[in-house]
């Protein structure tokens, strides 16, 4: 069980490595197709011997929804930039900084990492540590806490771990 | 049809720019470290993926080209909210706390007393 899983993680070492390689080289002659093949192995040989390759480093059980997940996380962007663009242009006096506790649903640390993540990428909130259970926000103004806390995004994480 | 990607792509680079100098002037404007981080963020997320995209669509059929831009996509929304995060921890573990607002509320506001010393209660800040 345990080898044929470390198969599979290497062989989608190799085609993320080859597909990389031939999507920046564009050149389809021996010599540097050769060249490819030598340092694909070459890493792929040096990430094994460091013990890097498991489902950390390649998480092929996040399920297929992160597709979805991310256009909606893009939406989200969108909204909470131009939420901040105003905000500069109105001046300091439009902001109101609060930090406060974010309670987390998530069981794996994977799921608490994408989670954390996506609140540090929408402009206006930051995420200042990661508890068992709780979480440190920082943000501009108290309607991202007040978004937060109806835990609409992060049952949409949630989800992403089944 | 080319002069109309054409000029998708200028708006998008037009926009994407103006985003960019609205996160620099943001960077200037806001009072403390922490909110000018977010006024940095604002500059990486949109703004770069605005100018990116418009780039996207100047290329004539050279895919490596559009390979290469989207790797950059990736990796700034990849890294950048890493690298917020690190900033915001390593400034409060150095002592520095953000200036919080009217609404915050009571029960929260003991949540950073877990980073260790305040250094000279914002000295620097004020102004």
Redesign the interface.
């Known amino acids: 069980m345990k080898k044929n899983n470390s198969i599979r993680y290497i062989v989608s070492l190799i085609v993320v490595l080859s597909l ?1 390689w031939l ?4 050149f389809f002659n021996g010599l540097l197709l050769s060249l490819g093949v030598v340092s694909v192995i070459f890493v792929v040989f040096m990430s094994h011997r460091l013990g890097i390759i498991d489902e950390e480093s390649q998480p092929l059980h996040v399920s297929r929804r992160i597709v979805v997940y991310w256009l909606w996380l893009l939406k989200t ?2 909204k909470s ?1 131009i939420t ?2 105003k ?3 109105k ?2 006096s439009s ?7 974010i309670p987390i649903s998530q069981k794996t640390e994977m799921g608490q990492a994408i989670y ?3 609140i ?5 909130t ?4 990661v508890e068992d259970d709780t979480m ?1 926000v ?1 943000a ?3 309607n991202a806490i007040r978004y937060l806390m109806t835990g609409d995004m992060d049952r949409r994480v949630s989800r992403l771990e089944e | 049809m080319s002069i109309f990607i054409d000029g998708l792509s200028w708006a998008l680079l037009i926009l994407g720019g103006f ?1 960019c100098v ?2 620099a ?2 960077m200037h ?3 403390d470290f ?2 000018r ?3 940095a ?2 500059t990486d ?2 703004g770069g993926s605005l100018i990116l995209v418009g780039l996207m669509l100047q290329l004539d059929g ?3 080209v559009l ?2 831009l989207i ?1 950059i996509v990736l990796f700034i ?1 990849l890294t ?3 690298a ?2 690190a900033l ?2 390593a400034a ?1 573990h150095g002592g520095l706390r ?8 009571e029960q ?2 003991d ?2 007393r ?2 260790g010393p305040v250094k000279s209660e914002d000295t620097k800040n004020k102004e």
Do not use: C
């Not at chain 1, 540090?120 to 206006?124: A, Y």
């Not at chain 2, 953000?98 to 509320?105: D, F, I, R, V």
């Open positions: 990389i999507g920046n080289s564009g962007l969108v930039n901040v663009i905000r500069i242009w001046g300091p902001i109101n900084p609060v930090v406060a506790r954390a993540n996506s540090t990428l929408t402009p206006g930051t995420t200042l540590d440190i920082y501009l103004s108290n | 985003i609205s996160g002037i943001g404007r806001f009072p922490f909110s981080m977010h006024a963020s604002v997320t949109l050279e895919y490596t390979v290469k790797l929304l950048s909210p890493t917020s995060h915001a921890k409060l953000p200036k919080l607002g009217s609404n915050q509320e929260d506001e949540v950073l877990s980073f």
